[in-house]
């Protein structure tokens, strides 16, 4: 199958999400939406991949008119990263089981990519609070599983933080966290939706 993305002399920047942002929903759609915005204005040709599959509607029409390439189906995004693997300059992937869909694959595909683990939150951390809450209100059987649930989540999550260039995380206190968990790792900040991400990694990549 040969994808009708047109691969012209801008940079290739791939993003993938867990699906399609619909900012009428949620913060991280408005997040997300802003980022792919700002990498189509610093001139970037922007490729966005939806972890489900889905194409929705109105939502991927939308990221179109505002020239991002939406690749919904399985065997296009396959054929995507066959064909124009070698082309991709910065690979952004949000939230970790999205992450490690991806991140191996590219590493053959893609090895001049620089790939950046957008965190959202840490989810591990999240589990681990939840874990102590349910002790708290007396469900020892819950917090046995939410320390189960944290405890794999955390093995995941730091594994991606090694294994990718860099990770971009929403407070000072989860940046902290991952420094000081694996300190060979760049970690950073982001102060809003997207433009830290663009101010950090787009202009280095895309030479603007």
């Given amino acids: 199958m040969t994808v009708a993305v047109q691969i012209d002399d801008r940079v290739v920047v791939l993003v993938k999400e867990h699906q399609v942002p619909r900012p009428d929903f949620d913060s991280g759609s408005v997040r997300i939406r802003r980022l792919l915005e700002q990498l189509v204005e610093l001139g970037a040709r922007v490729v966005f991949l939806p972890g489900n599959h889905a194409r929705l509607e109105p939502y991927t029409t939308e990221l179109q008119q505002r020239g991002v390439t939406v690749l919904p189906e399985p065997q296009l995004q396959a054929a995507f990263l ?9 690979a952004v992937l949000s939230r970790p089981q999205v992450a490690w869909s991806l991140v191996e ?15 959202v939150d840490v989810h591990f951390l999240r589990l681990q609070r ?33 294994s990718c260039d860099v990770t971009l995380v929403v407070s000072e206190a989860e940046r902290d966290l991952l420094a000081d968990l694996v300190p060979e790792a760049a970690v950073r900040g982001r102060e809003d939706a997207g433009s830290a991400l663009v101010d950090q990694l787009g202009v280095a990549v895309l030479g603007t």
Avoid: C, H, N, W
């Avoid at 694959?105 to 965190?119: E, S, V």
């Avoid at 599983?145 to 955390?154: D, G, M, P």
């Fill in 130 to 162: 939840q874990a102590a809450l349910a002790g708290e209100q007396g469900e020892p059987e819950l917090e046995k599983s939410l320390r189960r649930k944290a405890f794999a989540s955390r093995e995941m999550e730091l594994g991606l933080v090694r």
């Fill in 105 to 119: 694959q590219l590493r053959t595909d893609a090895p001049q990519a620089l790939i950046a683990y957008d965190t």
């Fill in 82 to 90: 066959a064909e124009a693997g070698a082309e991709i300059s910065l």
